[in-house]
């Protein structure tokens, strides 16, 4: 697929390499492996739970391992991704389905479901915003994450709060789905849909809040985890 990128999405291209995907996307590599697989089938598992899409559009797939997942449980899934190299990566009975792109450009259809999983922090703030808009005009119903905090990592150039995303999504007819925990996915994920009635900003506001306790007490887990681990270790030594 063809596509008119800014200058700053097309230097951007070039970064998403294989060393990226091995070691900039956390403590462990994110590669074909059964614990990504395991997550991913999970987060499928619970899509369908809570959603029940009958198709759905990953934006930002990365090595498609939510697009293979929701096949797998008969959901039909496309996704995009800018990184040649990610998607040189997906499950070959699945390469159809995903395509080099920006997803700041139309997806060319409509959806049940799009998906949008850390990516928009890796965008900058002009083409994030238009990514929003390609992503409302797809759907009624979106699944969103990105980080709220996450300075160090160098590709994260667009960190904005939970707010400011949910406020854009506003502007655009979108109010979160209080009924739908999406922790499943990461403290900071959240469902939006559509709605025909006006948005209240405290609404937004304490939506926000509920997230920003979220991520606290994840936060607070894995300290916790990481005591008790190192406590372990200086025990049996």
């Not at 700053?8 to 900039?24: A, P, T, V």
């Not at 936060?219 to 200086?234: G, M, Q, V, Y």
């Given at each position: ?76 899934t ?86 400011y ?24 994920a ?8 006006a ?14 306790l ?24």
């Open positions: 697929m063809k596509t008119d990128n800014s200058p700053e999405i097309d230097s951007l291209q070039n970064i998403y390499n294989g060393e990226y995907y091995k070691s900039h996307c956390g403590k462990i590599p994110y590669e074909r492996s059964r614990l990504w697989l395991d997550f991913f089938g999970g987060v499928a598992d619970e899509i369908i739970r809570h959603l029940k899409p009958k198709n759905v559009f990953d934006a930002g797939c990365a090595l498609g391992f939510l697009v293979e997942s929701l096949w797998d449980r008969g959901v039909r496309k996704g995009r991704d800018f990184s040649t190299f990610a998607i040189s990566q997906v499950r070959p009975d699945i390469a159809a389905f995903c395509e080099v792109g920006s997803i700041t450009d139309s997806f060319n259809g409509t959806y049940d479901l799009v998906t949008c999983i850390e990516v928009i922090e890796h965008i900058p703030e002009v083409e994030a915003l238009k990514a929003i808009e390609a992503m409302t005009a797809a759907t009624s119903v979106i699944l969103f994450s990105s980080s709220p905090t996450d300075l160090t990592e160098p590709t994260h150039i667009n960190v904005k709060p939970p707010i995303w949910l406020m854009r999504f506003a502007e655009r007819g979108f109010a979160p789905d209080v009924l739908v925990d999406a922790s499943f996915l990461a403290p900071q959240f469902v939006m849909r559509r709605t025909e009635s948005i209240d900003l405290v609404h937004l506001q304490l939506f926000a809040q509920s997230i920003r979220k991520i606290a007490l994840a936060d607070r887990e894995e300290r916790l985890n990481a005591i008790r681990n190192e406590a372990s270790s200086t025990a049996d030594v």
